[in-house]
Structure formats: structure tokens, C-alpha cells
């Protein structure tokens, strides 16, 4: 019943192109079989737990499936975790932030994409225009594009939801992202305009000072690179195998 009302009520009512796929996918998640025997679809939403879902992503693992599937699972439970909250299905979240499913998940993203100490001597490094675009890049996994033409109407704080449409991603179509604990506290710095008010919502995310939009970073990108690591940067920032790259030339 849960699993059904989330695929009517969250994917397709928000216009998903790739509805049919969050179906594929919470199909298979209630076909895995617990460890008490029972298919963890059989289980009321109320009964699953947090070691039920982390089993299920050890499985996806187990049976070589790429980092890319089990991180595509792993955005889709927490998107049910939040939701059932929300419509009462739960009172406490099917994960938590501190879950081994998404810390696994930020770990292994964060070993791929950079080496130990990078991440700090490159925010460090960075104005803070493009801290901002670096910590959403590293909890997204989004483009430059993607993040630069983000607005304000796209972004829910109270689902905790980032909505990037379809005209500006690589794939068309629309992606629905989960905002993490650490993208809310930067979001929340970046919401309102020098007036103290809350940019209206055609406003860019990461535009400059009074919302208009920034089509570039790429020279703040190489300066920032060049004070953290003292060489020369080479732009590979792009979305994949659902990760963020950073290329540079010794």
C-alpha cells in the first residue's frame, strides 16, 4: 500500500519522467528477502527498519551491481524515508544522515572524486560564491549547468528537495535530489538578497548577489585550484557514473 501510494502520490505527481523506473526500483527493494525470511515488501512501512534497507544495499553490492545503481536506490529510499514521515506513514525516518547507507554512499563518492585533505584546501582556497557551487557539486552530484541554472522555484526546503529540470540536464529529464543536511545550511546562507528577503523564486541559486544568473566559474575554479595545489587546473567538472570530477595537470 505504501509503496504504491508513493509511486502515485511523489513520483508521477511530480511530473518524473522516470516515474516507471523509481517503480522498477521499488519493486525490486520489496522482492528482497529479509533476514526473518519474508519479502521486505510483506512488511508494513512501519516495520522496516534501517538495518533492513542496509542489508539490502550490501545485496545490490554482493551481486556486482555498479556504484551508480546502488546510489540511484540509495536517493530513492531516502526520498521514501522522508516522504512517509511526512504523510504519516512514520514518525521517525526509514534512515537517518548518519545511516551506514548514506555514509557509505559519501564516503566511496568522496574517495572517487578526491584525495585525502583536497576537499578542505580547495574551500579554503575558493570565494564564496564557489564554496557554495562546491559543497552542492560534492552532496549532488550535479553539473556546473545544472547548478548554475538552478532556481529558487525548484528548491523546497520543506520537502527537502531540489527539483533540476529537464531543459538543463544532459539526459532530459527531470531529476528530483534529496537536500542534505550539509546543502540545507549553505541554501538557507544563500536565500535571501542583500535586502534581508527571500529571493522571489526566478531567481538563481547560485546567481550573483541579487539572483541574476552566473554563466561561468571557470576562471574562480582555476584560481582557487592554483592557491590549493599549485598547479594548473584542467575543467572536467561534469556529472559521472553519479559523480563529481575534478581533472588538473601537473
Given at each position: 500500500?505504501?509503496?504504491?501510494?508513493?509511486?502515485?502520490?511523489?513520483?508521477?505527481d511530480r511530473g518524473k519522467a522516470s516515474w516507471q523506473d523509481d517503480a522498477y526500483m521499488v519493486n525490486r527493494l520489496g522482492s528482497f528477502?529479509?533476514?526473518?525470511?519474508?519479502?521486505?515488501?510483506?512488511?508494513?512501512?512501519?516495520?522496516?527498519?534501517?538495518?533492513?534497507?542496509?542489508?539490502?544495499?550490501?545485496?545490490?553490492?554482493?551481486?556486482?551491481?555498479?556504484?551508480?545503481?546502488?546510489?540511484?536506490?540509495?536517493?530513492?529510499?531516502?526520498?521514501?524515508?522522508?516522504?512517509?514521515?511526512?504523510?504519516?506513514?512514520?514518525?521517525?525516518?526509514?534512515?537517518?544522515?548518519?545511516?551506514?547507507?548514506?555514509?557509505?554512499?559519501?564516503?566511496?563518492?568522496?574517495?572517487?572524486?578526491?584525495?585525502?585533505?583536497?576537499?578542505?584546501?580547495?574551500?579554503?582556497?575558493?570565494?564564496?560564491?564557489?564554496?557554495?557551487?562546491?559543497?552542492?557539486?560534492?552532496?549532488?552530484c550535479c553539473r556546473e549547468g545544472e547548478l548554475l541554472t538552478l532556481q529558487w522555484g525548484d528548491v523546497s526546503l520543506t520537502r527537502g528537495?531540489?527539483?533540476?529540470?529537464?531543459?538543463?540536464?544532459?539526459?532530459?529529464?527531470?531529476?528530483?535530489?534529496p537536500i542534505s543536511d550539509r546543502l540545507r545550511k549553505v541554501l538557507e546562507m544563500r536565500r535571501n538578497s542583500p535586502a534581508g528577503v527571500?529571493?522571489?523564486?526566478?531567481?538563481?541559486?547560485?546567481?550573483?548577489?541579487?539572483?541574476?544568473?552566473?554563466?561561468?566559474?571557470?576562471?574562480?575554479?582555476?584560481?582557487?585550484?592554483?592557491?590549493?595545489?599549485?598547479?594548473?587546473?584542467?575543467?572536467?567538472?561534469?556529472?559521472?557514473?553519479?559523480?563529481?570530477?575534478?581533472?588538473?595537470?601537473?
Amino acid at each position: 500500500m505504501f509503496a504504491l501510494r508513493f509511486i502515485e502520490r511523489y513520483s508521477k505527481d511530480r511530473g518524473k519522467a522516470s516515474w516507471q523506473d523509481d517503480a522498477y526500483m521499488v519493486n525490486r527493494l520489496g522482492s528482497f528477502q529479509t533476514i526473518d525470511g519474508r519479502l521486505l515488501g510483506e512488511n508494513a512501512v512501519q516495520q522496516v527498519t534501517e538495518d533492513d534497507l542496509e542489508a539490502f544495499i550490501k545485496h545490490l553490492t554482493t551481486l556486482g551491481r555498479a556504484s551508480s545503481t546502488r546510489n540511484h536506490y540509495v536517493q530513492l529510499i531516502r526520498a521514501m524515508s522522508r516522504w512517509a514521515v511526512k504523510k504519516g506513514f512514520r514518525q521517525t525516518p526509514l534512515v537517518g544522515d548518519d545511516s551506514d547507507v548514506i555514509r557509505r554512499r559519501k564516503e566511496a563518492q568522496r574517495h572517487r572524486r578526491l584525495d585525502p585533505g583536497e576537499e578542505d584546501r580547495l574551500l579554503r582556497a575558493a570565494e564564496r560564491h564557489l564554496q557554495a557551487l562546491i559543497v552542492a557539486a560534492l552532496e549532488t552530484c550535479c553539473r556546473e549547468g545544472e547548478l548554475l541554472t538552478l532556481q529558487w522555484g525548484d528548491v523546497s526546503l520543506t520537502r527537502g528537495e531540489i527539483l533540476v529540470r529537464a531543459e538543463n540536464t544532459k539526459d532530459r529529464e527531470n531529476r528530483i535530489i534529496p537536500i542534505s543536511d550539509r546543502l540545507r545550511k549553505v541554501l538557507e546562507m544563500r536565500r535571501n538578497s542583500p535586502a534581508g528577503v527571500p529571493f522571489p523564486a526566478s531567481a538563481y541559486v547560485f546567481g550573483d548577489e541579487i539572483g541574476r544568473r552566473v554563466h561561468k566559474v571557470r576562471r574562480a575554479w582555476q584560481t582557487a585550484v592554483l592557491r590549493a595545489h599549485r598547479h594548473r587546473p584542467v575543467w572536467i567538472w561534469k556529472k559521472k557514473s553519479g559523480r563529481t570530477v575534478r581533472g588538473s595537470r601537473g
